[in-house]
């Protein structure tokens, strides 16, 4: 099992930048496909972007492609989501979530496919 602790949300600007970071305890970091998730109110969880077990491969959803990087320092149990260009739409709570796989190129964008979740972090965007 793996434990998941966000930090780095709170309110910033339309067209400023946050950095999300998420830590990771229990077992091997390096074993887990990472992903960043999205939850507006009202609205139902999103796919933000995820990332492979070496860090060579990411993917994001189209709303945040280009402004947003995903990136991991498996050293570190990390996982970061650097977010530039924030507009109001970008408000949520955010989630990062783990899941195990054995292959680099094992990628899912859905959240039903982690097992692991942290508690969130809020992210507010004013205009």
């Known amino acids: 099992q793996v434990q998941l602790v966000e930090s780095g949300g709170g309110l910033a600007q339309a067209g400023g930048s946050l950095r999300l970071s998420c830590a990771a305890s229990?077992?091997?970091?390096?074993?887990?496909?990472m992903g960043w998730f999205r939850q507006a109110p009202g609205k139902e969880r999103e796919f933000v972007a995820t990332?492979?077990?070496?860090?060579?491969?990411?993917y994001y959803a189209d709303s945040v492609k280009g402004r947003f990087i995903i990136s991991r320092d498996n050293d570190k149990a990390t996982v970061y989501l650097q977010m530039n260009r924030l507009t109001p739409e970008d408000t949520a709570v955010y989630y990062c979530?783990?899941?195990?796989?054995?292959?680099?190129?094992?990628?899912?964008?859905?959240?039903?496919?982690?097992?692991?979740w942290g508690q969130g972090t809020q992210v507010t965007v004013s205009s």
């Open positions: 229990g077992r091997t970091f390096s074993r887990y496909s």
């Open positions: 979530a783990a899941r195990s796989v054995v292959s680099d190129s094992d990628i899912m964008f859905l959240g039903s496919a982690y097992a692991y």
């Open positions: 990332i492979s077990l070496s860090g060579g491969s990411a």
